[in-house]
């Protein structure tokens, strides 16, 4: 691997940001000291993709980035700048918006005959009988019958003979076999012996149902030649293409007879609602433009990494980011054939581990991509005594329940019943087929097994287990995960028979075998993975917000704190197990970003005073609600959120709490926005942030904050850099970064100002450089010195051993500390707020010789060093062992 893996850089493209960009800030990266720039995804993706996890062509690079010359460009600056490049990549599933997609577009016109049937996670024989052997596409603003009457499908024949239908933007090809009775009519009209003949080969075409080879080879062979005379005929013919098209504009004007025709389709337009309970195919959680693909399938994953791999052989890649690794149907089988194929690729999982959960050891990856290490470095800045405190507050002022696991719970089956409900049905139907193979089982009803399958996979307490069904193979953590679980489902599910749940257990963990078995077992975990991110982090992530630091994505809010044992545990750990994993702190996905949350985690540092204050603001803005709305929670949410991210402006602030109120799905949502909820809402924070009242006294409260917050980032920014991994910097994050979720956390990212002061903070003394704390500059040179120490020197290399380090005196529990390799030592200060600057009598004692701190410049020869001086001239200290090189 080259240049030698130090830090990565993340940039999200965008029209807005294409390659030409982002090779513009090679040189400015470099000189920061970063080696790798890590991109958002960059194959084809849908027209307009502000994100490109919406993949429609995997041989292809995305247009609208620049294309091939633009990435070829961007490769070329990087190796002028020395940067190597780690890309963003999506084996999990496609966009299906039309042509854009080529495989989708060939399913559609040719159903289960097409070649690329078996790239999609498609169910062609679902429970409802109306459905088989078709697609449901749930795309209409209404039901199929009133949009059909209403006269809003097009019909339409293209310059090329092929015909599609329209509805608003979209379009969906018609099938050729369908196509015998237009063209007959067409035929009839202008009286035309060839147009006959070819209406009424389209119509001896082989069936979309078929799929044996001959007959698929046939039908496409056969519809490309009956097209290709069709348009010969049009352009010789004048006349029988406006036949064909006077034919086409009767049929647009016949209700009954463009429904017979769409009736014969592959697919069956939709109301959009009909995805939560008949949707015949896999998605991304619960986006139906989203389709799931069969990656275990080695024709698929070769052909879905075809620019992939070549670039990773070729050098231009020198690792890749596997999103969402959990829809995958085996994960370890995904990972050894592309670890094969690419043995030196430097490979992280988007894996969400839950705390306490472990990366399964088989997978031939260097680690995850940071979300486990975001809640020990963010944990470790929360006063785990203000517990009690909060929770009081919380209950009283909003009137909400402090127990988390039960929403968490409760959050699950709201999603398996009103979002994932056509998953849930597909599994359902599934395990009534099981069941009907056995004689002891066969009695269950559809109702029965559904009530199980539901509470099981809302007793789940992780995303999913890793059994591999055809393999035999069920891991230890697994098989207890399982138990668990099931213990806990026939626990709350009384009523049910336990015996129901005794047999999906022994189904889990292989103890019943069979082919429906098998795929019964790994359905199943591909959906708990969803379910668990809809109702934990886009649920109930914005439902409890009893300190909304907390909640983030792999963390626990229902704990408040983490101790220094456990965070150096957990360190050593990763030092042990994966010290090339992926270190993170902000990342496109994160809920707040880094510096958001380590002024919310002052919070916990004084929570007499915030409940105090909490009580003066409702009783001051009481003016603003209207019916009594918003709720109390959500004001609680908005408060907190202010405390972060001030100073902001009013319509990031109104954008942010529309969605977390409609991700919160407790008064509006996406699917069933609620105007008079949203309306009081907006209304509500306008005349918050209108009032020069609360403003003002939102600013005496933000402003003590502001310093400790910064301090906090600096420290939890200094261990990202030199705890064991990789760390990544998410774009912009290198100087103070105030933004929420997406997409306030992909606004445009000022590289000029950046360059600049990058420039102007080398012949800076470190008290210049605090003088410049509203600038950024002190965030900024922890990075820099930082990442100059691990590339000039090679400190923090994966070999280099981790030992934690503890303080002496008074104020031992502020310090955070830890050795490696023995020739560098992080010290930095924890719960600043209420350390308030006095260090009295602590001190830390450090190993013998010349020791040089790399964020002041001095020279330290004691053994033991008082925090109060260490700490003098800058607030976090970078040690490192003069003379020591590798």
């Not at 591909?526 to 668990?532: A, E, I, R, S």
């Not at 090679?794 to 051993?801: E, H, K, N, R």
Request: with cysteine; net charge negative; proline share 5%.
């Amino acid at each position: 691997m080259s240049p030698d893996l130090r830090a990565t850089y993340r940039v999200q493209l965008h029209a807005g940001f294409r390659f030409v960009d982002a090779a513009a800030i090679a040189d400015y990266l470099a000189e920061l000291g970063i080696s790798h720039l890590y991109s958002s995804p960059y194959l084809q993706a849908a027209p307009g993709s502000t994100h490109g996890y919406d993949v429609v062509n995997y041989h292809k690079v995305n247009e609208e980035l620049g294309g091939a010359e633009g990435h070829a460009r961007l490769c070329a600056a990087l190796g002028a700048a020395g940067l190597g490049q780690v890309l963003d990549i999506v084996p999990n599933h496609m966009a299906i918006v039309g042509r854009e997609n080529p495989w989708w577009w060939d399913v559609l016109e040719n159903g289960q005959s097409s070649p690329y049937a078996s790239y999609f996670d498609l169910e062609w024989d679902p429970p409802e009988s109306k459905l088989r052997d078709m697609m449901l596409l749930p795309v209409l603003g209404d039901h199929y019958g009133r949009v059909l009457e209403n006269g809003e499908f097009a019909l339409q024949r293209e310059e090329d003979a092929r015909f599609i239908v329209r509805y608003h933007d979209h379009a969906f090809p018609i099938s050729p076999r369908s196509l015998d009775d237009l063209l007959a009519g067409a035929a009839e009209r202008c009286r035309s012996d060839e147009l006959e003949f070819i209406a009424d080969a389209f119509g001896r075409l082989p069936r979309s149902t078929a799929t044996d080879l001959n007959a698929v080879r046939r039908r496409h062979r056969d519809k490309e030649v009956l097209r290709g005379q069709l348009l010969y005929l049009c352009r010789k013919q004048p006349e029988i293409a406006a036949a064909i098209d006077e034919r086409v504009a009767e049929i647009n004007r016949d209700v009954d007879q463009l429904d017979l025709l769409l009736q014969r389709q592959n697919y069956r337009l939709a109301f959009w609602r009909t995805a939560q309970r008949e949707l015949g195919y896999r998605r991304f959680f619960d986006i139906n433009t989203l389709v799931g693909l069969r990656a275990e399938d080695e024709r698929v994953f070769a052909d879905t990494h075809v620019l992939i791999l070549e670039w990773l052989l070729n050098g231009v890649l020198d690792g890749v980011r596997v999103d969402h690794p959990d829809g995958l149907r085996d994960p370890q089988l995904y990972f050894d054939r592309l670890h094969a194929v690419c043995p030196r690729a430097w490979i992280v999982a988007e894996k969400i581990l839950q705390p306490g959960e472990r990366l399964p050891e088989t997978w031939p990856v260097a680690g995850t991509t940071g979300y486990d290490f975001i809640y020990r470095v963010n944990n470790l800045f929360v006063d785990p005594a203000a517990e009690a405190a909060l929770s009081d507050f919380y209950a009283e002022f909003t009137g909400e329940p402090t127990d988390f696991p039960a929403i968490v719970h409760q959050k699950k089956h709201l999603v398996l019943s009103e979002i994932l409900g056509s998953d849930l049905n597909r599994l359902t139907a599934l395990f009534v087929d099981v069941c009907e193979r056995h004689r002891r089982r066969r009695d269950y009803t559809r109702h029965e097994l559904h009530e199980a399958l539901r509470e099981a996979i809302a007793c789940f307490p992780v995303y999913r287990t890793y059994v591999r069904a055809e393999a035999g193979v069920v891991r230890d953590d697994d098989a207890r995960i399982i138990h668990q679980s099931i213990d806990a489902a026939k626990n709350n599910r009384p009523e049910l028979d336990s015996d129901l749940f005794d047999f999906f257990r022994d189904i889990l963990l292989l103890k019943a075998r069979g082919e429906l078995e098998t795929e019964l077992v790994m359905r199943f975990q591909q959906l708990t993975g969803p379910v668990m991110a809809k109702g934990l982090e886009d649920t109930a992530f914005y439902c409890f917000n009893r300190l909304v630091s907390l909640n983030e994505v792999g963390g626990d809010p229902g704990r408040i704190g983490l101790s220094m044992e456990e965070f150096h545990t957990a360190c050593a750990e990763a030092q042990a197990r994966c010290p090339r994993a992926m270190l993170a702190s902000s990342t496109h996905d994160t809920k707040r970003s880094e510096d958001v949350r380590a002024r919310i985690n002052l919070l916990s540092e004084l929570p007499e005073r915030w409940s105090q204050t909490v009580r003066r603001w409702a009783e001051l803005n009481q003016r603003y609600r209207r019916q009594n709305l918003p709720d109390r929670n959500t004001e609680y949410l908005l408060y907190q959120t202010l405390v972060g991210a001030w100073p902001i402006e009013t319509e990031r602030v109104i954008a942010y709490m529309e969605k977390a109120s409609r991700e919160a799905k407790a008064h509006t949502s996406w699917t069933d926005p609620n105007p008079v909820y949203e309306d009081a809402l907006r209304a509500f924070v306008e005349g918050v942030l209108n009032s020069t009242g609360f403003t003002r006294d939102l600013e005496n409260f933000v402003t003590p904050l502001i310093e400790p917050g910064r301090i906090n980032s600096l420290a939890q920014t200094l261990v990202k850099l030199t705890a064991p991994g990789i760390p990544d910097f998410y774009q912009g994050t290198e100087l103070w970064d105030l933004s929420l979720v997406d997409p306030d956390n992909r606004r445009p990212v000022d590289y000029g100002l950046r360059r600049r002061l990058l420039g102007e903070m080398k012949t800076m003394t470190p008290e210049q450089i605090w003088d410049r704390i509203d600038d950024g500059l002190p965030k900024l040179w922890v990075i820099r010195q930082t990442l100059k120490l691990r590339h000039g020197r090679q400190f923090f290399v994966p070999a280099d051993s981790y030992r934690p380090m503890a303080a002496r005196g008074a104020k031992s529990d502020h310090i955070v500390a830890f050795a490696r390799g023995e020739r560098a030592i992080t010290v930095v200060p924890r719960l600043s707020l209420k350390l308030a600057g006095n260090w009295s009598d602590t001190a830390i004692e450090i190993p013998p010789g010349r020791w040089r701190n790399e964020l002041t410049g001095e020279t330290i020869k004691d053994r033991e060093i008082r925090l109060a001086a260490l700490f003098k001239r800058f607030p976090v200290a970078l040690l490192s062992r003069e003379g020591e090189s590798s």
